[in-house]
């Protein structure tokens, strides 16, 4: 295909994108897929030769890296090889898939669980697998776009609540016809937000109304409940949540994701959703290592409890700053900046101080609300987190985020 000479709307859409990523790469304002060359146990990396400080990390308990968990993984490889004999459903399944399931399920307390190939795709399948055409999905407006993917992927009345507002999520719930199955989805941890789902009522809202719930807990695990089992923990409700997700690739450092949940569920996804039995299974070494994560995060509970003062840290004193960092109670701490290039900017200028966070802009968020997305893992320590407040603030002056 010659672009030049066709003018059709793929070739247009392929062109505006790349005239917007040439134009802000020439402005020296492009910040993404920045090659990283060393992880640094965590609180630093090495990009394009610079070692700095890393305040974009999901690695919320700084686990990338851990003797046990790597060895974890180097065995199963020596075990078991690189990868498997295809679909879980056939030749797939591994007595490690089997093991990873049964830790999953009794990390949730859930009878059962199932694991898929990524995060994404397990939204995706389970959404699409449980509602169809007849059904209602009812989803909270600042939900992962995984979550939104399935929605529209299942086919089902798609409903949207305005963020974290329970009388809207009932409003909702009041539209959905009498007898119709309604599936009710949540982030647990908002991922841009990083404020947390008012589960006490949307799970009382579900019981009065039928619903069933599904919340997300990208952000979750490993970060709320004292344990750093998630949100049930976090607010003493064992067993509200119906569909219990997670991903593998956050807090857990390996990939995939997760349900959890009644047997009888998990045994109908398992026979059911097209990534289980149309997809590969999980890579031993990645199964390995992700069994490993779930069991270190239980024996070393001083992470879930430094990742709760570092995070009260960073929030505490970027308010005392005169930031705004909106509703945000985790990890996941927004530093409301404004306009798109305003957000660019305030990268740039931690970025050459050696400060690395990243921008979330439009349409990721809300047009005025750009922001730099900054969190804080258990890897870093007290002087480190205030070194990056300062060039944020100095930066927020500069730029006359602050005054
Ligand atoms: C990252 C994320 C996912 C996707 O998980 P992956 O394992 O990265 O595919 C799903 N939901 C939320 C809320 C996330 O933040």
């Given at each position: 295909?010659?672009?030049?000479?066709?003018?059709?709307?793929?070739?247009?859409?392929?062109?505006?994108?790349?005239?917007?990523?040439?134009?802000?790469?020439?402005?020296?304002?492009?910040?993404?897929?920045?090659?990283?060359?060393?992880?640094?146990?965590?609180?630093?990396?090495?990009?394009?030769?610079?070692?700095?400080?890393?305040?974009?990390?999901?690695?919320?308990?700084?686990?990338?890296?851990?003797?046990?968990?790597?060895?974890?993984?180097?065995?199963?490889?020596?075990?078991?090889?690189?990868?498997?004999?295809?679909?879980?459903?056939?030749?797939?399944?591994?007595?490690?898939?089997?093991?990873?399931?049964?830790?999953?399920?009794?990390?949730?307390?859930?009878?059962?669980?199932?694991?898929?190939?990524?995060?994404?795709?397990?939204?995706?399948?389970?959404?699409?697998?449980?509602?169809?055409?007849?059904?209602?999905?009812?989803?909270?407006?600042?939900?992962?776009?995984?979550?939104?993917?399935?929605?529209?992927?299942?086919?089902?009345?798609?409903?949207?609540?305005?963020?974290?507002?329970?009388?809207?999520?009932?409003?909702?719930?009041?539209?959905?016809?009498?007898?119709?199955?309604?599936?009710?989805?949540?982030?647990?941890?908002?991922?841009?937000?990083?404020?947390?789902?008012?589960?006490?009522?949307?799970?009382?809202?579900?019981?009065?109304?039928?619903?069933?719930?599904?919340?997300?807990?990208?952000?979750?695990?490993?970060?709320?409940?004292?344990?750093?089992?998630?949100?049930?923990?976090?607010?003493?409700?064992?067993?509200?949540?119906?569909?219990?997700?997670?991903?593998?690739?956050?807090?857990?450092?390996?990939?995939?994701?997760?349900?959890?949940?009644?047997?009888?569920l998990i045994e109908y996804l398992r026979h059911a959703s097209r990534a289980y039995i149309f997809s590969a299974a999980l890579p031993p070494a990645q199964a390995a290592a992700a069994k490993a994560a779930f069991e270190?995060?239980?024996?070393?509970?001083?992470?879930?409890?430094?990742?709760?003062?570092?995070?009260?840290?960073?929030?505490?004193?970027?308010?005392?700053?005169?930031?705004?960092?909106?509703?945000?109670?985790?990890?996941?701490?927004?530093?409301?900046?404004?306009?798109?290039?305003?957000?660019?900017?305030?990268?740039?200028?931690?970025?050459?101080?050696?400060?690395?966070?990243?921008?979330?802009?439009?349409?990721?968020?809300?047009?005025?609300?750009?922001?730099?997305?900054?969190?804080?893992?258990?890897?870093?320590?007290?002087?480190?987190?205030?070194?990056?407040?300062?060039?944020?603030?100095?930066?927020?002056?500069?730029?006359?985020?602050?005054?």
């Amino acid at each position: 295909m010659d672009l030049n000479n066709v003018n059709d709307n793929i070739t247009r859409r392929i062109q505006a994108m790349n005239e917007r990523v040439a134009a802000a790469r020439q402005a020296g304002l492009y910040f993404y897929n920045q090659p990283v060359s060393e992880l640094h146990g965590g609180a630093h990396v090495l990009v394009n030769g610079r070692e700095m400080g890393m305040f974009a990390s999901y690695s919320y308990l700084g686990l990338i890296g851990h003797p046990r968990i790597n060895a974890a993984a180097k065995a199963a490889i020596d075990r078991y090889g690189s990868g498997t004999h295809g679909v879980r459903t056939l030749a797939g399944s591994l007595a490690l898939h089997k093991e990873l399931e049964e830790t999953i399920a009794a990390f949730k307390s859930a009878e059962a669980s199932v694991v898929y190939t990524s995060g994404y795709v397990t939204n995706l399948a389970v959404i699409s697998t449980l509602v169809g055409r007849e059904d209602y999905v009812i989803s909270d407006k600042l939900n992962h776009a995984s979550i939104v993917d399935g929605c529209l992927m299942s086919g089902a009345k798609f409903l949207r609540f305005k963020h974290n507002d329970m009388a809207a999520l009932e409003e909702r719930l009041k539209q959905c016809p009498p007898d119709s199955a309604r599936l009710v989805v949540a982030d647990a941890v908002f991922s841009m937000d990083g404020d947390v789902i008012d589960l006490p009522k949307i799970a009382a809202l579900c019981r009065q109304y039928n619903a069933w719930l599904m919340v997300d807990e990208a952000h979750s695990v490993g970060v709320l409940g004292k344990t750093g089992r998630g949100i049930e923990e976090h607010f003493n409700l064992p067993g509200v949540i119906d569909i219990k997700m997670g991903t593998l690739s956050k807090t857990i450092p390996s990939v995939g994701g997760y349900i959890a949940g009644r047997r009888e569920l998990i045994e109908y996804l398992r026979h059911a959703s097209r990534a289980y039995i149309f997809s590969a299974a999980l890579p031993p070494a990645q199964a390995a290592a992700a069994k490993a994560a779930f069991e270190v995060i239980l024996d070393e509970p001083w992470r879930v409890e430094k990742l709760n003062v570092n995070a009260a840290q960073f929030i505490k004193g970027l308010k005392a700053r005169r930031f705004d960092t909106l509703a945000t109670e985790t990890a996941i701490v927004p530093v409301v900046c404004g306009a798109d290039e305003v957000a660019y900017s305030m990268t740039r200028y931690c970025q050459l101080r050696d400060t690395f966070v990243l921008p979330v802009v439009s349409p990721a968020v809300p047009v005025g609300l750009a922001r730099l997305r900054a969190t804080v893992t258990a890897a870093h320590e007290p002087d480190e987190i205030e070194r990056a407040m300062d060039v944020i603030e100095q930066a927020g002056l500069e730029l006359g985020v602050i005054q």
